[in-house]
């Protein structure tokens, strides 16, 4: 099982993103049954959750992403995704996508680099 993250990239302020994270090695119904979420890493800082989607399609955002970025995801294409609008300098860092699958087995990608410049 893989998940290989990508669509990271420079971007000015008020600009927009759409990061993709495609998971390998998973048949469709382990896929479709995982909750799945986008984190991000800031040089120096932790990890922090910036938003999930449940098996169901329901979604949770942090606070400071809420009404500026959406995750969704296609089962058929074994993909999510996490659309950003109106980016800001401090949505710089690295992205995570991260799966959990039905059976508690969690699986991390490799990381995005958004950088957002003033």
């Known amino acids: 099982v893989q998940l290989q993250a990508s669509g990271g990239g420079l971007v000015q302020a008020g600009g927009s993103l759409r990061l993709s994270c495609k998971a390998s090695?998973?048949?469709?119904?382990?896929?479709?049954?995982?909750?799945m979420s986008w984190y991000r890493q800031a040089p120096g800082q932790q990890r922090e959750l910036v938003a999930s989607?449940?098996?169901?399609?329901?979604?949770v955002y942090a606070d400071f992403v809420k009404g500026r970025f959406t995750i969704s995801k296609d089962n058929g294409k074994r993909t999510l995704y996490l659309q950003m609008n109106n980016l800001k300098p401090e949505d710089t860092a690295v992205y995570y996508c991260?799966?959990?699958?039905?059976?508690?087995?969690?699986?991390w990608g490799q990381g995005t680099q958004v950088t957002v410049s003033s």
């Open positions: 989607i449940t098996s169901a399609s329901s979604t």
């Open positions: 991260n799966v959990i699958m039905a059976n508690g087995r969690n699986y």
């Open positions: 090695g998973f048949i469709l119904s382990s896929f479709s049954s995982s909750a």
